[in-house]
T-cell receptor, first 113, second 113 residues
């Protein structure tokens, strides 16, 4: 069973920032937060992951609260191509033994012009 | 740099027939995963391999399903005999280590009539 809670759906205007929240109140000290997305008819795509520090890459930024019980994925300038289902997943990090990904229902992000 | 390659992309067959899905992971990745996605159950892990050895097959629904990995560059998922309830999109993914980001193929859309 998924260890995260996400809103079912969100809307965002093209060019604006999309902020996708995720609650993971039962996260343990050595577990990471991973984000994937799935564009219609494609396989899931890795976006970003983090432990406790904020992370940024070419796709997005990940903001994790100090108590690590929640996080926010930020797409700084959403485009129509960012319309997808976004999954927040908690699991062991690189180098740690752990289970494979457990996908919940995710958040359906709809970007409109 | 080739990603995970799955074949066929689409398969339509009649109930009772044998179905074989194929996957070529990214070169150098030690882990290979098979997932199934349906509207009702979302994305579910079926089985995963480490260095060609099955590690966890607890997600395989029943004995009609089998998976093999004869070498580091090829894996198959077989359903025999197939049933209409097996209709789903089947994804293969690979990763360098167990908790490194997983890279997914584009999936096989299976329809059992």
């Amino acid at each position: 069973d998924a260890k995260t809670t996400q809103p079912t759906s969100m809307d965002c205007a093209e060019g604006r920032a999309a902020n996708l929240p995720c609650n993971h109140s039962t996260i343990s000290g050595n577990e990471y937060v991973y984000w994937y997305r799935q564009i219609h008819s494609q396989g899931p795509q890795y976006i970003i992951h983090g432990l406790k520090n904020n992370e940024t890459n070419e796709m997005a930024s990940l903001i994790i609260t100090e108590d690590r019980k929640s996080s926010t994925l930020i797409l700084p300038h959403a485009t129509l191509r960012d319309t997808a289902v976004y999954y927040c997943i908690v699991r062991g990090g690189p180098g740690q033994a752990g289970t494979a990904l457990i996908f919940g229902k995710g958040t359906t992000l709809s970007v409109s012009s | 740099d080739a990603g995970v390659i799955q074949s066929p992309r689409h398969e339509v067959t009649e109930m009772g027939q044998e179905v074989t899905l194929r996957c070529k992971p990214i070169s150098g990745h030690d882990y290979l995963f098979w997932y199934r996605q349906t509207m009702m159950r979302g994305l579910e892990l079926l089985i995963y391999f480490n260095n060609n050895v099955p590690i966890d097959d607890s997600g395989m629904p029943e004995d009609r399903f089998s998976a093999k990995m004869p070498n580091a560059s090829f894996s198959t998922l077989k359903i025999q005999p197939s049933e209409p309830r097996d209709s789903a999109v089947y994804f293969c993914a690979s990763s360098f280590r167990i908790n490194q980001p997983q890279h997914f193929g584009d999936g096989t859309r299976l329809s059992i009539l």
